[in-house]
Nanobody
Framework: QVQLVESGGGLVQAGGSLTLSCTASRSIFSSNAMGWFRQAPGKERELVATIRRAYIVYADSVKGRFTISRDYAKNTVYLQMNSLKPEDTAVYYC?????WGQGTQVTVSS
């Protein structure tokens, strides 16, 4: 059963913006902190941002550029990414507890 569905990835030029969306089942969404992780080829998956109620944590590498938010009515978590850099290129995964989305590719060109 698919419980988290991501969208919004794509190709963008450096300095541009993308917004990722992740819609979860209500039971998953309401019972867990939500987070975004990313993984570049050959590299470890790394935390990008998490949100639990009003508590938000960002990786230092994205702080000031990315914004994570939740829409409880839509069971959706967002990751707004501004001032994108080529090093942001990765597959971005939505996470909620033990559940993971399928991943969405973000590619930032120079």
């Amino acid at each position: 059963q698919v419980q988290l569905v991501e969208s919004g990835g794509g190709l963008v030029q450096a300095g541009g913006s993308l917004t990722l969306s992740c819609t979860a089942s209500r039971s998953i969404f309401s019972s867990n902190a939500m987070g975004w992780f990313r993984q570049a080829p050959g590299k470890e998956r790394e935390l990008v941002a998490t949100i639990r109620r009003a508590y938000i944590v960002y990786a230092d590498s994205v702080k000031g550029r990315f914004t994570i938010s939740r829409d409880y009515a839509k069971n959706t978590v967002y990751l707004q990414m501004n001032s994108l850099k080529p090093e942001d290129t990765a597959v971005y995964y939505c996470n909620a507890g033990m559940s993971w989305g399928q991943g969405t590719q973000v590619t930032v060109s120079s």
